[in-house]
């Protein structure tokens, strides 16, 4: 098994990353790490040097570890470079920002026995939601862990992150390694898989962990890459849409990957534009007419009069669609093993403004792409 840990400007995390990496309950003889610099200004390649320095070499029975120095060539070149390398029958990679369980690797193992598995995924949290950005993507990640887990259990999976995937490094390499130049080289190659008809899994009892943007201006970067590698890909799959070939993935998931996204940009530009309305109208009204402002924000109707003023045929299915959307909710924390409401300001904050600032950031991405702005990893 080899784990190839690209990493630029990691100072930070990847002391971190390796220590975890170590403490894998793995063969050490049959795991070799691979750490591919990518050119990085800061103090990582020298974080590194020192680690193996220091440490490796005082533990009996280590997995070998190896560094590799490049000149910034991008992600998806850093990977193929240790992919060259590698003497693993299993090529796995891990973000360096990011930390793995104990159990996280051999529980991925045994789902190779078919060999039409391409490549197997573990479920991610965040470690670090300190900010209300990164407590906020807690929840999303919680979600996408479990829609993860059905998508896997319903073979229409084509996603394979950064946090821990592995694949049968023979048919990495037999369908041509990491697309260098793409912004979502884990998206890319994972939709390529299911192009020459391999499985991807997740495995529920794979755990893993990894930072996440804990600004706006970080988030905004992170999405609008994420976002444009969505479109790209997207188009240079389009062949899989609604084939037969590939059954429910190009039938049902591929379409609704983009529908999903169209009925996000409809849904939360109909929402403004109903709120921008109704302020416009209540600021219009409260110039012309005296006591109107004072009049509607200081009276609070009694609960009476909320409930009568309710169209009970739109409410009832708003509270049943609520009901089962917590639900849903409770099964992904279930599903990660966390508390669904540690964070309950930031649960508001995801239902109420996260949707805005992803459309925000989709908004952005199309028009980049459309301007053909210079990609970047």
């Not at 005082?58 to 390398?85: M, V, Y």
């Not at 890459?225 to 849409?241: A, D, E």
């Not at 045929?313 to 099964?331: D, R, V, W």
Request: positive net charge; charged residues 20%.
């Amino acid at each position: 098994m080899t784990i190839a840990i690209p990493a630029y400007n990691e100072e930070k995390t990847i002391l971190k990353t390796l220590h975890s990496l170590l403490e894998l309950k793995y063969p050490p003889d049959k795991l070799e790490l691979l750490v591919i610099d990518n050119g990085s200004t800061d103090r990582t390649v020298q974080n590194v040097q020192d680690f193996i320095s220091q440490f490796i070499f005082r533990q009996r029975n280590a997995p070998a570890l190896r560094l590799f120095t490049l000149k910034n060539p991008g992600k998806a070149a850093a990977l193929n470079h240790a992919l060259s390398q590698a003497r693993g029958t299993y090529f796995g990679c891990v973000d360096a920002d990011s930390t793995v369980g104990r159990d996280s690797l051999l529980a991925l193992v045994p789902h190779f026995e078919d060999e039409k598995v391409g490549a197997v995924i573990s479920i991610i949290k965040v470690n670090n939601p300190h900010t209300i950005y990164a407590r906020m993507q807690r929840i999303e990640y919680a979600i996408s862990a479990l829609t993860r887990s059905l998508m896997s259990a319903i073979d229409t999976l084509a996603v394979t992150p950064g946090v821990l995937s592995v694949y049968r490094k023979e048919v990495l390499q037999n369908v041509g390694g990491f697309a260098e130049g793409n912004m979502t080289e884990d998206f890319e190659i994972a939709l390529r898989l299911k192009y020459y008809g391999y499985r991807i899994v997740l495995e529920r009892k794979s755990i893993t962990s990894t930072s996440v943007p804990a600004n706006f201006r970080k988030l905004q970067r992170q999405r609008i890459r994420w976002f444009r590698g969505f479109i790209t890909n997207h188009l240079q799959y389009k062949s899989m849409f609604l084939n037969k070939r590939y059954s429910f993935f190009g039938l049902f998931q591929l379409p609704l990957n983009v529908l999903g996204v169209v009925l996000l940009l409809a849904s939360t530009s109909i929402f403004l534009f109903s709120f921008l309305s109704t302020l416009y109208e209540f600021l219009v009204r409260s110039y012309f007419i005296d006591d109107y402002f004072f009049g509607h924000v200081l009276t609070f109707p009694s609960f009476g009069e909320i409930f009568l003023g309710q169209d009970l045929q739109i409410m009832f299915p708003i509270a049943i669609a609520s009901i089962l959307g917590f639900y849903f909710l409770y099964l992904a924390h279930r599903e990660v093993k966390e508390k669904m409401i540690k964070f309950p300001f930031s649960l508001w904050l995801y239902f109420v403004i996260f949707p805005y600032l992803t459309a925000f950031h989709w908004c952005q991405a199309i028009v980049q792409e459309i301007l053909h702005r210079k990609k970047k990893w």
